[in-house]
């Protein structure tokens, strides 16, 4: 099963309602992947895991009023991957296929 890098980025507004939104946003997406800056996460998932993520995206946020991006990266991308200040993204485990 192949493993692609995700970067996602999110942008609620700030009001009490978002900031739980965003809250529990941020709590999902740590189950997935590492945070890296403020609003930014790094996953590295499986097409099942990706789709799973995805679902409770949609579930969570007001497509109204709230911004997430999702930035699909190959191996060669992240390979490419220019950082200062911090290490370039890597897997945390080895996936076993």
Avoid at 46 to 67: A, C, H, R
């Amino acid at each position: 099963m192949a493993t692609l890098f995700y970067l996602i980025i999110y942008d609620l507004p700030d009001n009490k309602a978002a900031n739980k939104r965003r809250n529990r946003l941020h709590k999902m997406l740590d189950g997935y992947g590492n945070w890296t800056q403020y609003s930014v996460f790094e996953c590295f998932l499986t097409g099942v895991k990706f789709t799973e993520m995805q679902i409770k995206i949609e579930k969570l946020i007001k497509p109204e009023e709230d911004s997430i991006r999702i930035y699909v990266l190959d191996a060669g991308a992240v390979k490419r991957t220019i950082t200062y200040g911090s290490e370039k993204p890597r897997q945390e485990q080895a996936i076993i296929i």
